[in-house]
């Protein structure tokens, strides 16, 4: 029983975490100046849902927050309140708020006391000022002062509008206001529009009407009541509003019931990542099977039967569907993190001091589920460097011609298999001098080593580099851009930056789709087929003999543009020792972690293509030097080089060497 | 050789294996290597398949002779021959991968044929003689008397790595 609660609060807390972000996309938009009703709609609805499953789950400090925040976001949709700048930055600033006390209480830790009451205080302050305030006139509202659980009342949606002689029948619109206002918590809205100029006024005509929302527990037939003796001299409409749903308009067809808790437009299950996985994995293997099969189906075979033929071809446009389809249930929009990254740089801006804007693009873009939970940081730790060295105060900004407020732009595509996302500001660009000094300051490169400037921005990705003058929180603790590369590689992706100096600088982030394909080349070493990640690979080159030294105690090294890199030939880690060097062998010149490189000499390259990765560690102990195994076409097993263990393994081998030597060496000169 | 049948696939299984009534008995399917009969529980087999190749591991013991694809899992071959220390097999077609469970894991045995199925009441499974100052061998659990020959009974979990073994030992003590 226990468990099940636990399991239905962890999907509450899930849950929270979509409306939170739903909150923060439609409250950045409205700050933006996106006027919408739906933006505003969905708003209250993330909050709304907030403020229900907290009740549910006893999480008392979040029901209190929600309701007077959804009390606020539901004056803004009926339109008592207006939008302005001030009001949406304290609901954002309150979203905030609101995701620390969820965090809190899913954490189950206590935030101190009274953290959220200043947020609580501007909030209703904001809704009370823009209650009084209101120009709209015949505005007024009455505030609940307990908090109503949801499901015990129920709200109500009254359009009151009196036909012109309403008056002269003797009745009072303000008695039924009064009469409504009794029976619970009730927001009017006056309706001006049929209103004529003050020459063409009939005093006893009647041309105002009201909008009403009531909260009341007293049902249908009491609010029928107060206008049993109007009924005929108006138009009225009484529809009650569901808890997720909106119906401020006059429509009624606006008021078509919903389920309660659902969100409506998408329709989704939760399912275990690992039956996802599954089939994942099972949809590979149907692929592969079926190219096996048409690999053994020969040509007499497709003469005999040619539907044969037609037939297979059709298996091959299925399968190849079904793999697209099954990839697609773990890919989720980028969204995920785009989402998060609006109070980051709202944060970044407060403690900088900088004006700086977010846009973002492409929040829609799919991407495997495993990527996008390893991408957050790295975005976040670009997003950071932004603020913290790209963009200028406002001052300086200001006296380069550019706008006060600093841009961070923060945007993903797909581009065939690969998506591109790319982080950039506007800020004064990478500054070449500098980084070029400080590379040779921290022995990074040799003072006389000729780079173009785009070698030169890259240097940023070189462990132990970090421009920034003092080291600050937000960004410049020298774990920097380094790290980034990192991650990002271990994805499978790639890392470039583009900069211009005086004009900004942009991180192009490059990420395979999913993880568990991977765009590899083949390779032959000593008769077995290996494959190295296309990712990893600097450059391949051909004719390497000529550029080789030896290196006493090291091995061979490489001369590649100037630096010398380990070699490793292949073959004599993988085969037999003794086996020759191939004339048609190949140098592949790899990046390995930490920012250096190695030389992998192999038998031949035979292509390239995208593997299926699996692991060999489920059935085996870990293998030095080996990532994983795929499946080639043929059937057979291929294993996934590390470049980055393999340059370890070297290492050793060679301290190894270096050792006996050293020691071989103490020895003569004992004797 | 042993005028028994050698199944070489899975194919030629001898039919529907009849499940053993009482609780008393207890199947095995027993190979060669060499001139030697082993065995190994049924329930721990999960088919017999005809060597192809494997992709060979660097790197790692000389009684793994590499990988194979089996229907999409990666599973390592052990080929018992060199497991007892008597040289590498020199496969042929002909020769036999038993696929093995262990615990979670599977494995490859390279046998040189597989001979039968052989039910045997349980009271006859002998424990292995302690040999005068030496340790016993670690990777057979028992013997037991086929049709004709003396097998010793694999104990699967001491063939394969110490991770897996390690792991075994874990989730049993649990």
């Known amino acids: ?671 | 050789m042993i005028g028994k049948r050698r199944i070489t696939d899975y194919d030629d299984l001898p039919g529907p294996i009849p499940a053993p009534e009482d609780a008393d008995v207890q199947q095995f399917v027993s190979f060669i290597v060499g001139e030697q009969h082993y065995c190994v529980d049924i329930m721990a087999v999960r088919e017999i398949k005809a060597w192809t190749g494997t992709t060979s591991l660097p790197n790692t013991q000389a009684y793994i002779r590499g990988v194979i694809n089996l229907r999409g899992a990666i599973v390592p071959v052990v080929d018992l021959r060199m497991r007892f220390g008597q040289g590498l097999t020199a496969p042929t077609p002909a020769h036999v991968v038993v696929i093995v469970a262990i615990g979670e894991a599977q494995s490859g045995l390279l046998v040189d044929g597989v001979s039968d199925i052989v039910t045997v009441p349980r009271k006859d499974i002998a424990a292995i003689p302690d040999l005068e100052g030496e340790e016993r061998n670690p990777f057979f659990s028992g013997l037991v008397t086929g049709q004709d020959s003396l097998m010793a009974v694999l104990a699967l979990d001491q063939l394969v790595s110490q991770r897996i073994a390690g792991h075994l030992s874990t989730s049993t003590a649990a």
Not at chain 1, 62 to 89: K, N, Y
Not at chain 1, 416 to 439: L, N, Q, T
């Open chain 1, 1 to 671: 029983m226990d468990s099940k609660l636990e399991r239905f609060r962890t999907m509450f807390l899930d849950e929270c975490d979509e409306h939170g972000r739903t909150l923060e996309r439609t409250l950045t938009a409205l700050q933006r100046g996106a006027r919408n009703h739906d933006l505003v709609d969905d708003a209250f609805r993330a909050i709304h849902s907030i403020k229900g499953g907290a009740g549910m789950f006893g999480f008392d400090r979040i029901v209190p927050f929600a309701h007077v925040f959804e009390t606020v976001l539901d004056g803004v949709r009926a339109g008592r309140i207006p939008i302005s700048e001030e009001l949406m930055t304290a609901a954002l600033r309150a979203a905030d708020c609101l995701a620390d006390l969820i965090l809190a209480a899913g954490s189950n830790t206590d935030l101190a006391a009274g953290y959220e009451n200043m947020m609580l205080g501007t909030l209703a302050r904001l809704a009370g000022i823009t209650v009084a305030d209101s120009p709209a006139g015949g505005t007024s509202r009455v505030n609940a002062t307990e908090d109503a659980p949801p499901g015990e009342m129920e709200r109500w949606s009254i359009q009151f509008f009196p036909h012109r002689g309403l008056l002269k029948r003797a009745n009072e619109p303000l008695f039924i206001v009064r009469q409504l206002q009794e029976l619970g918590t009730l927001a009017v809205t006056a309706d001006l529009s049929v209103l004529p100029p003050f020459a063409q006024l009939q005093p006893a005509d009647a041309y105002l009407g009201w909008s009403f929302e009531l909260e009341t527990a007293r049902g249908e037939a009491a609010i029928r009541e107060i206008f049993q003796f109007v009924e005929d001299d108006c138009d009225l409409s009484i529809t009650q509003v569901l808890p997720v749903m909106a119906a401020a308009e006059a429509d009624p067809a606006a008021a078509v019931p919903h389920e309660t808790m659902a969100e409506p437009m998408t329709s989704t299950i939760r399912v275990d990542i690992d039956r996802i996985d599954r089939l994942v994995n099972l949809a590979g293997e149907i692929a592969i099977s079926q190219a096996l099969v048409a690999q053994l189906i020969d040509q007499s075979l497709f003469n005999a039967n040619p539907r044969l033929f037609q037939e297979l071809s059709q298996l091959l446009t299925h399968t190849q569907n079904l793999q697209d389809s099954v990839m697609a249930i773990r890919a989720q929009p980028i969204r995920t993190i785009f989402d998060r990254m609006p109070r980051l740089v709202r944060e970044l801006a407060e403690q900088t001091g900088k004006k700086i804007v977010l846009r973002t693009a492409g929040e829609n873009t799919e991407i495997d589920k495993t990527v996008i939970e390893q991408l957050s940081d790295p975005i976040m730790h670009m997003i950071r460097n932004a603020a913290g060295h790209g963009i200028e105060d406002s001052a300086e900004r200001v006296v380069s011609g550019k706008p006060a407020e600093g841009l961070i732009h923060l945007s993903a595509e797909q581009r065939g298999s690969r998506i591109v996302i790319e982080i950039g500001d506007d800020g004064r660009g990478i500054d070449r001098e500098k980084v070029r000094h400080k590379a040779v300051a921290k022995n990074l490169i040799s003072a006389d080593s000729v780079l173009s400037t785009e070698d030169i921005d890259n240097l940023i990705f070189l462990p132990g580099f970090s421009t920034a003058d003092k080291v600050t929180s937000i960004s410049g603790r020298g774990v920097g851009m380094d790290v980034v590369k990192r991650n990002i590689q271990k994805l499978g992706g790639r890392v470039n930056v583009r900069s211009e100096p005086g004009r900004g600088s942009t991180v192009v982030l490059t990420l395979p789709l999913t993880l568990a394909v991977l765009e590899g080349m083949i390779v032959r070493v000593a008769g077995e087929s290996y494959v190295i990640p296309i990712a990893s690979i600097v450059e391949c080159r051909a004719s390497w003999q000529k550029d080789v030294g030896e290196v006493a105690g090291f091995g061979e090294v490489l001369k590649v543009r100037g630096s010398y890199v380990a070699l490793v030939h292949l073959n004599r880690v993988f085969g037999s020792a003794a086996a020759a060097c191939k004339q048609q062998s190949v140098a592949i010149i790899a990046e390995i972690e930490g920012g250096g490189h190695i030389g992998l000499v192999v038998d031949e390259i035979v292509g390239q293509q995208q593997v299926v990765i699996k692991s060999i560690t489920d059935n085996l102990d870990p293998v030095a030097g080996i990532a994983g195994a795929t499946i080639l076409g043929d059937g057979r097993v291929a294993l996934i080089l590390d470049a980055t263990e393999i340059s370890k393994i070297n290492a050793s081998r060679a301290k190894a060497a270096w050792h006996s030597l050293n020691s071989e060496n103490a020895r003569r000169n004992v004797a």
